[in-house]
């Protein structure tokens, strides 16, 4: 496994990397779509316009079998195009991987975040929960979100948050996010204050991740990244000033400031940097294996990217197969895969 050391310095990471070639160590991390079932509309979300696989949940025999095969997975994250909540064996599943001493966590809108599974989440162990909210008001929620459950959100965030003190449990951590849209960026303090106000201490700025035609609002137009305004920027600092006064981190995507992960500080081949084919696998709710999570809202069709079949294959097989290795050596390239080659470029990695 790689040092902390070398995974925050670039350039000493890509040295690893070559030094690696195109095969790798097993995987720390998994990237599990327990579901590519949704029930909100979201106008930044391909599945919204376009059917990316057959509905289905992951099964326990698929989730288990990927568990199962790699000893080294300290990391398991249990979402991907779709809602996890939706999915009735998942309290089971992070039981499951937090049996095995694995920390867990899932983004979800939260819709489904009712009084009634409280207790029984925490009962789980689960030590992230992640809640897209996208909005400070009802309008914009529904604008950007495409169903009208801000309120709700708010109001159970809020009460889990509040159920979270009152029995004296520390976990699950939770955060609320927001996706970096021009059409959102000005209502960050206001969702800073938010966030004080549902008990939640840690807000993050989501890059937003379109692909060359578009879908939505998921538009190079929309988009903060290197094309924020003096306005924006002011916005952004704004909300900093105002979490540090409220007790509430703001922070973005690749764990840097807002005002760092939305320039690109990695020159012209910023994917190079990347560590994800070499530290993790993703796996649809088919068992499908892709690159990582941002592959299917960079890119479109599966078939392009995909880099093998759970069901069909044992994940070392796939892990350091002819499709991942020549995927990484294109990832070293000056020509990288399709679903990687803005990526740095037009959105932070």
């Known amino acids: 496994m790689m040092s902390v050391t070398t995974l925050k310095d670039p350039t000493r990471y890509f ?28 106008e930044t979300c391909p599945r919204t316009f376009e059917t990316l696989e057959p509905p289905q949940d992951m099964t326990w025999e698929v989730f288990t079998k990927i568990v199962d095969q790699f000893d ?4 398991v994250v249990l979402h991907g195009v779709g809602e ?8 089971r599943m992070i039981r499951y991987l937090k049996d095995r001493g694995i920390y867990v966590l899932f983004n979800t809108n939260g819709t489904l975040l009712n009084p009634k599974k409280f207790q029984e989440l925490i009962d789980t162990g689960l030590d992230e929960l992640r809640v897209s909210v996208d909005a400070a008001d009802r309008k914009t929620y529904l604008l950007v979100r495409g169903k009208d459950f801000f309120d709700r959100i708010v109001r159970d965030v809020g009460k889990f948050t509040a159920f979270q003190a009152k029995v004296g449990s520390a976990t699950p951590k939770v955060s609320i996010w ?8 000005q209502q960050l303090p206001d969702f800073v204050r938010m966030a004080a106000n549902m008990g939640v201490k840690e807000v993050h700025l989501q ?31 704004a909300a900093q000033a105002l979490g540090r006064e409220m007790g509430v981190l703001l922070d973005a995507s690749g764990a840097t400031e807002p005002g760092v992960s939305l320039k690109n500080n990695d020159g012209d081949t910023p ?35 995909t880099l093998g079949d759970a069901t069909q294959d044992t994940l070392r097989d796939i892990w350091n197969g002819p499709l991942y290795q020549e ?6 390239s000056d020509a990288p895969p399709k679903p990687c080659e803005n990526c740095g470029l037009r959105w932070s990695l």
């Not at 993790?280 to 990217?305: E, V």
């Open 271 to 305: 994917w190079a940097t990347c560590r994800r084919p070499w530290s993790l696998m993703y796996f649809t709710a088919h068992g499908r294996a892709l690159p990582c999570c941002i592959a299917p809202f960079s890119a479109r069709g599966y078939s392009n990217y």
């Open 207 to 237: 890059r937003l991740v379109f692909d060359d035609a578009g879908f939505g609002m998921a538009r190079q137009e929309n988009s903060l990244f290197e094309q924020t305004q003096a306005e924006e920027e002011q916005s952004i600092s």
């Open 178 to 185: 927001l996706t970096g849209l021009k059409e959102t960026v």
């Open 84 to 91: 996890p909540m939706l999915v009735k064996d998942l309290p």
């Open 327 to 332: 995927f990484r050596r294109s990832l070293l």
């Open 15 to 42: 040295e690893t990397v070559q030094a690696r070639d195109v095969t790798a160590a097993p995987p720390v991390c998994l990237y599990l779509e327990t579901t590519n079932r949704c029930n909100l509309l979201c």
């Open 72 to 75: 080294s997975i300290s990391r």
